[in-house]
């Protein structure tokens, strides 16, 4: 493994990190829940995000190892949505299906966090080199969905958040950014 590989993971694992350091060394906010429900779904989306830069990073500034950290980085992604859901569904609401349900419908932020989650299900359970051989094409198709995803968790932290938006139109700039710069490169001006 290379430095820059493992230096990726220790970015990555960070905020769990962090998390559990609170945690055990008793350093909680007056509202901790709120506090892992946050980090938990700002890493998620930070590492979507690194996750779709590596293109970019590759073709336009010619950083060749960041097609090897994509798969990584979208991975650890995930892992922080699940952990944010979980931290939702287990922790906040004590798997109460019935107060789930009626924050849901009173919420239109957590629909379309429950959606950008909803798609990255498969897209996590599908990413090994094995089930990318066994759907070929299909496999890449499929995996566009993560354009859909991430525009949908920006909205979810866009609709959620109370007063102070500045993170959120942060991140939702750099998703505008980033989808940009993915777009295939054109092959020269149309000739008139």
């Known amino acids: 493994m290379r430095r820059s590989d493992g230096l ?19 350093q909680r906010s007056i509202n901790p ?16 995000l690194a996750s779709l830069a590596c293109t970019p990073a ?12 994509r798969r990584p980085l979208g991975l650890y992604g995930f892992g922080y ?10 922790i906040d609401y004590a798997a109460d299906g019935s ?9 239109r932020y957590l629909i379309v966090g429950a959606l950008a989650f909803a798609i990255l299900i498969p897209l996590a359970l599908t990413s090994t080199a094995a089930w990318q051989r066994r759907l070929g094409r299909q496999w890449r198709r499929m995996h566009r969905m993560v354009y859909l995803a991430v525009p949908l968790a920006v909205v979810h932290q866009i609709w959620q958040a109370k007063s102070d938006i500045r993170l ?13 710069m993915r777009l295939p490169p054109t092959t020269g001006a149309r000739r008139r």
């Open 58 to 69: 590759n073709r336009i500034a010619g950083v060749r190892r960041a097609a090897a950290w």
């Open 99 to 107: 107060a789930i349900m009626a924050e849901l419908a009173e919420k």
């Open 8 to 26: 990726i993971h220790v970015l990555a694992l960070a905020p769990l990190v962090w998390i559990v350091f609170d945690q055990l060394t008793g």
């Open 168 to 180: 959120a139109v942060l991140f939702a700039l750099v998703t505008g950014l980033v989808l940009l």
């Open 81 to 90: 949505a699940l952990i944010h859901v979980l931290i939702f569904v287990v």
């Open 33 to 48: 829940i709120q506090t892992w429900t946050q980090r938990s779904g700002f890493s998620a989306l930070a590492l979507l």
